[in-house]
Structure formats: C-alpha cells, structure tokens
C-alpha cells in the first residue's frame, strides 16, 4: 500500500510540473490505486441532477472546502474519517462522491463499495472539473463563483478565476 500510494504520488507531481491543468488528467493515476471505482465525468452528472432521480452528492472535502462552496445538495463527510454507518440509508440509491480532483473521493467511493453499497459513483476531475466546465457551485443556499483551491499546487487545476482566497 504504501508503495502505491508513493507511486501516485510521485505520478500526481510529475503531472503538475509537466504544466498538466486539467483535473480530469488525473483520472489515470487515481485509478491506478482505486480500480475497482466506477466513475462519472461532469456532463453525465449534470443531466443525472436534472432527471427524475438525482443521485445522492457526497463532498468528501474539508469544512473549510466545504463552506466555501459545494454542488447543490451536497452532503459533506469526514474525508479522513466518513461515518459509513450513518450513510447506510443510501444503500440502495445512486451515490456519487466528489472532492476537489478525484482522490478522496475515490477512497470514500471504495469504502462505499466494500460497505455493499452498489450504484457509488466518482466525479472525475472533482469540484474543479465541475467549476472549470461552468456548472454552478453554491454556499449557505446561494450561487457563488469562487471554489476552494485546497492548496497553491492542487489549486493550479483550477481555473484562476474561480480560486477562493477565503477560508483556509
């Protein structure tokens, strides 16, 4: 484990100093680590919000993340320590969990799996990828513009003008 997990890092770093700026490019390395994560890309999970049965959106991000925006109807858990139990109300329905590129994400979809839930969705290229494409994010029930860029290197996956310089 801990060799995969210096090997995807070692692959995320070389992405960012080879000038890679879309989060969806991470897809690749991601997966290396997590491959039994079903994924979604931004255009499907936008029309799944718009049809009759929207899936469940979990932000697997901190709550300073969090609060500076989320996808609408977002319900946040602890990256570092998700409540599984308290989610088993969804076992049965569509779930797709975000962070800001894909990573958290990925290891809460993972645990969603092997928890026996069966329709678990990643968004790939996260936040960012959903931001970057124009979708709206929200805070306290209002559109905003700006998404948390976790950090200056993460944060280069996202469109400048989109980067929050609130709450960190």
């Not at 989060?23 to 029309?47: G, K």
């Not at 989610?87 to 993972?110: F, K, M, N, P, T």
Request: glycine share 8%; hydrophobic share 40%; net charge neutral.
């Amino acid at each position: 484990m801990l060799f995969a997990s210096l090997v995807l890092g070692a692959s995320l770093v070389t992405g960012l100093l080879c000038a890679q700026t879309r989060p969806e490019d991470l897809r690749p390395a991601i997966a290396s680590q997590y491959a039994d994560v079903r994924w979604t890309d931004v255009d499907t999970l936008a029309r799944w919000l718009g049809g009759d049965s929207p899936p469940v959106l979990l932000d697997a991000r901190t709550s300073a993340e969090f609060q500076v925006s989320h996808l609408r109807g977002a319900t946040r858990v602890d990256p570092d320590h998700p409540d599984l139990h308290a989610l088993g109300e969804l076992r049965s329905r569509r779930v797709v969990v975000y962070c800001s590129v894909g990573y958290r994400s990925a290891d809460i979809a993972q645990q969603l799996g092997r928890a026996g839930f069966t329709d678990v969705y990643n968004l790939q290229g996260g936040i960012f990828a959903w931001a970057n494409a124009g979708h709206p994010v929200y805070a306290d029930g209002h559109r905003v513009e700006r998404v948390h860029p976790y950090d200056a290197i993460w944060g280069r996956y996202l469109k400048p003008e989109l980067r929050s310089t609130g709450p960190r």
